[in-house]
T-cell receptor, first 112, second 114 residues
Framework: GENVEQHPSTLSVQEGDSAVIKCTYS??????FPWYKQELGKRPQLIIDIRSNVGEKKDQRIAVTLNKTAKHFSLHITETQPEDSAVYFCAPPRNYGQNFVFGPGTRLSVLP | DVKVTQSSRYLVKRTGEKVFLECVQD?????MFWYRQDPGLGLRLIYFSYDVKMKEKGDIPEGYSVSREKKERFSLILESASTNQTSMYLC?????????????FGSGTQLSVL
């Protein structure tokens, strides 16, 4: 089955610094690569996604890069703010279907 | 905005009880999912459904069953609750097709089995 890992598992940065979270996966059929953000006590919400025909996608302070050959994709957050503090999950799909495997999560803390 | 509603935010049950967790979505989505979330383990898929009356096992279906009698409603059933089923349960839905894979989550049900 699909094996999904995230690194690091926890990350602390100073406000204004950048943060990078990496997700590695094993299912070569994956073609859609989303990142979800879950704030404390709230539901996960999609923040950015990328498809396999694109290498990078940006949306204001967040970006996702994809290296399909190496089977990993990364979330980049620039100019971090306290409201970026949350747990971030990658969730590559498997089996060509709408069936996702979530990574174990990365807890990001942005220190003021 | 898509709304996915879970019937209870907190639930406390006794070992051996039959437990029903209800999930309703209002966007006519074909796909519905049940996950459980435990610290350090991410979200693990219990069951999913692509259509009414249809169900598929996820990664951890043991001890659970599901029901999808209507398109908007997907129920998770714990036939005989056990303490290791204490967890946060998240329901999600998504529209069909390869261009719309975004998952919309409910707010979750924190189940405690005593």
């Amino acid at each position: 089955g699909e094996n999904v890992e995230q690194h690091p598992s926890t990350l602390s940065v100073q406000e204004g610094d950048s943060a990078v979270i990496k997700c590695t996966y094993s299912d070569s059929a994956s073609n859609y690569f989303p990142w979800y953000k879950q704030e404390l006590g709230k539901r996960p919400q999609l923040i950015i996604d990328i498809r396999s025909n694109v290498g990078e996608k940006k949306d204001q302070r967040i970006a996702v890069t994809l290296n399909k050959t190496a089977k990993h994709f990364s979330l980049h957050i620039t100019e971090t703010q306290p409201e970026d503090s949350a747990v971030y999950f990658c969730a590559p799909p498997r089996n060509y279907g709408q069936n996702f495997v979530f990574g174990p999560g990365t807890r990001l803390s942005v220190l003021p | 905005d898509v709304k996915v509603t879970q019937s209870s935010r907190y639930l406390v049950k006794r070992t051996g009880e039959k437990v029903f967790l209800e999930c309703v979505q209002d966007m006519d989505h074909e796909n519905m999912f049940w996950y459980r979330q435990d610290p350090g383990l991410g979200l693990r898929l219990i069951y999913f459904s692509y259509d009414v009356k249809m169900k598929e096992k996820g990664d951890i279906p043991e001890g659970y069953s599901v029901s999808r009698e209507k398109k908007e409603r997907f129920s998770l059933i714990l036939e005989s609750a056990s303490t290791n089923q204490t967890s946060m349960y998240l329901c999600a839905s998504s529209p069909p097709g390869t261009s719309n894979e975004k998952l919309f989550f409910g707010s979750g049900t924190q189940l405690s089995v005593l």
